[in-house]
């Protein structure tokens, strides 16, 4: 969220605001960081006789964590990309 969305409000409101908005990030990071380490734990972990992971395991383990950041990194390019459109869009049609 852009900070100038916030201008004209009380500064209380803002604190508020701000401080939800980082709660709601954590509360998204630590999702994405449960979903990651779920399913790259289902592919890659198959034997339970050891305490330490085989190396065929580590080597699936870091492709999968590589492979989902990337995708996260992807669709949050493309997200701001969308977004920054239809800003664009919107100031265009409030202009006319």
Do not use: W
């Not at 330490?52 to 590589?66: A, F, G, I, P």
């Not at 669709?75 to 265009?92: D, H, I, P, T, Y």
């Amino acid at each position: 969220m852009d900070p100038s969305q916030l201008e004209g409000l009380p500064e209380e409101d803002k604190q508020k605001m701000l401080s939800m908005i980082e709660n709601l990030q954590t509360k998204d990071s630590l999702r994405m960081y449960n979903s990651l380490v779920e399913k790259c734990f289902k592919d890659c972990v198959d034997s339970f006789r050891r305490k330490n992971l085989d190396s065929n395991e580590e080597r699936c383990v870091t492709k999968c964590c590589e492979k989902f950041l990337k995708h996260s990194a992807r669709v949050s390019v493309r997200f701001a990309e969308l977004n920054a459109g239809a800003e664009a869009l919107m100031q265009q049609q409030q202009k006319r």
